[in-house]
């Protein structure tokens, strides 16, 4: 069972342009999320990299920066784990899922 301090490092939920419908394949889904979770982890760095050069954004925290990179790479970490396992599972019942090999590789 994940701990309330676990949970509130996930991600935010993205944005609703980002978000899909119930019936979306749950793969592109979770793509979505960490495409997005990317691309914040990525203007989390540039800040991060504005401190390390002595030139900080104004009002910056650099430990709430350095906090957010390290909550952003955990929530990917997940997501990642969530992938594989579903490719498991997928790859075991491929006739459940009606995918070939070519979906599969895509």
Do not use: Y
């Amino acid at each position: 069972a994940a701990s309330a301090a676990s949970t509130s490092a996930r991600a935010p939920t993205p944005p609703a342009a980002m978000q899909r419908p119930s019936s979306a394949d749950p793969f592109n889904t979770v793509k979505a999320e960490v495409t997005h979770s990317l691309d914040t982890l990525q203007g989390h760095f540039k800040v991060f990299e504005a401190h390390m050069n002595g030139n900080p954004p104004p009002g910056d925290d650099l430990d709430w920066t350095l906090s957010q990179i390290k909550n952003r790479i955990k929530s990917i970490s997940w997501d990642v784990q969530d992938l594989e396992e579903s490719i498991d599972v997928v790859e075991k019942n491929r006739s459940r899922f009606n995918l070939d090999d070519a979906e599969l590789n895509r």
